[in-house]
């Protein structure tokens, strides 16, 4: 079965984007912070591999593309969120690893074909 985590400060934003995965892909179980220090402990629990990680740019905690950097490191591909669109930040999630980067205006299709491609990478 694969996994994925969802990592956005926005409670129902990641709730339903979590719903809706697990419906629309094979991430039939989708784990979730609220943080960067939650993504953390998240990982650190974990006993097997995360198959895709979408990460909100604008986390309170801290600069979401260090979060980028480690997930890449260790093999998962991530598609990274932005609430505008701002080249700065879209190449530097890029620069991170991030396999693309959407707005959270972007529609619920976008996102589920974006995941399902990055998947299968």
């Not at 909100?56 to 950097?69: F, H, M, N, R, V």
Request: glycine fraction near 6%; proline fraction near 2%; charge should be negative.
């Amino acid at each position: 079965m694969k996994q994925g985590l969802v990592v956005d400060d926005h409670d129902l934003f990641r709730q339903v984007l979590a719903l809706i995965l697990e419906q629309h892909t094979d991430l039939k179980e989708n784990l979730q912070a609220g943080s960067i220090a939650e993504a953390h402990r998240v990982l650190d629990d974990l006993d097997h591999h995360v198959d895709l990680a979408i990460v909100d740019l604008d986390l309170p905690d801290g600069d979401a593309t260090k979060l980028i950097e480690e997930l890449c490191e260790l093999g998962v591909p991530v598609l990274a969120l932005i609430s505008h669109s701002s080249l700065k930040r879209r190449e530097s999630a890029l620069q991170a690893g991030a396999g693309e980067v959407l707005t959270t205006a972007t529609s619920g299709q976008e996102i589920v074909d974006t995941a399902k491609r990055l998947i299968s990478r």
